[in-house]
């Protein structure tokens, strides 16, 4: 779990959330179990009000498999799908009215724009950067046994049910440079 100013970096994921309105969080931990129920049984003040429902995965099979272990805690339509380690800024609540006003049924994902890694496909070339808003239309690809959400996003992108946002800025603590990064800004 990577500490960013003496915290978390869930925390400051659940509270950058916070602020554009999320209230309830469907945590899926297949690793650091223990660490993830003792950090949210003893809530930190800056996420005090938020309803956190830990999903503890048996197995690590991938983004998809987590989710669908996740489906009966989803209570939401649309519901925000976001990695563990990436924070996208950007308007959310927008995000949110401009799926109900004209992207209804479509998996809406969060993307960051980096030319040429879907020029396959008849889409904009953008990357998934982890943070989703989805419909519960995207679960019966889940059911199709592809472990990676990524996968999924393209088999919809086929069927043509995806739509697209782009974040202000984007930050991924995946690597020890972007981890460095983040800790300087935030």
């Given at each position: 779990m990577a500490i960013i100013n003496h915290?978390?970096?869930?925390?400051?994921?659940?509270q950058f959330l916070m602020k554009s309105g999320f209230r309830r969080f469907v945590v899926c931990s297949g690793y650091?179990?223990?660490?993830?129920r003792?950090?949210?049984?003893?809530?930190?003040?800056?996420?005090?009000?938020?309803?956190?429902?830990?999903?503890?995965?048996?197995?690590?099979?991938?983004?998809?498999?987590?989710?669908?272990?996740?489906?009966?805690?989803i209570a939401t339509d649309p519901f925000l799908i976001v990695n563990g380690?990436?924070?996208?800024?950007?308007?959310?609540?927008?995000?949110?009215?401009?799926?109900?006003?004209?992207?209804?049924?479509?998996?809406?994902?969060?993307?960051?724009?980096?030319?040429?890694?879907?020029?396959r496909l008849p889409l904009p070339t953008w990357i998934?950067?982890?943070?989703?808003?989805?419909?519960?239309?995207?679960?019966?690809?889940?059911?199709?046994?592809?472990?990676r959400l990524e996968v999924v996003l393209i088999k919809m992108a086929e069927d043509h049910s995806v739509g697209w946002f782009m974040a202000d800025r984007f930050w991924d603590i995946g690597s020890p440079e972007g981890l460095e990064a983040f800790r300087r800004v935030w």
């Open positions: 915290r978390p970096f869930i925390e400051h994921q659940i650091g179990q223990e660490y993830m003792e950090l949210f049984r003893y809530r930190p003040t800056s996420i005090m009000r938020a309803a956190i429902c830990i999903v503890e995965e048996q197995q690590q099979l991938g983004t998809a498999a987590a989710i669908v272990g996740a489906i009966p805690e380690d990436t924070i996208c800024e950007m308007d959310y609540g927008r995000m949110v009215r401009d799926h109900y006003r004209g992207q209804g049924g479509k998996l809406t994902a969060l993307s960051v724009s980096i030319a040429g890694l879907f020029n998934p950067a982890g943070a989703w808003l989805c419909s519960k239309k995207l679960f019966p690809y889940l059911f199709m046994g592809i472990p």
